[in-house]
């Protein structure tokens, strides 16, 4: 089920990478191997993902680890 997961994403992400847009992990300018492997390594962590578009076209994905304040 992981390997699945991971696949799915880097071909989300190599798709948008092909289409100009570019990927970032943590600020890091990234590529989507990378990017997959990360977010599937540590599952335990969660990622935001951060469209940024420049006049209604996107042209940037970034991903931002988000810290879980526990609720105690």
Not at 8 to 37: C, Q
Not at 46 to 54: A, K, S, V
């Amino acid at each position: 089920m992981e390997y699945e997961y991971m696949e799915k994403l880097y071909l989300e992400l190599a798709s948008l990478e092909d289409r100009g847009i570019t990927i970032w992990l943590e600020g890091e300018r990234s590529n989507p191997k990378d990017v997959a492997s990360q977010l599937c390594v540590h599952e335990e962590r969660t990622y935001m993902r951060d469209y940024i578009f420049d006049e209604g076209v996107l042209t940037e994905i970034h991903f931002d680890k988000v810290n879980k304040e526990s609720s105690e």
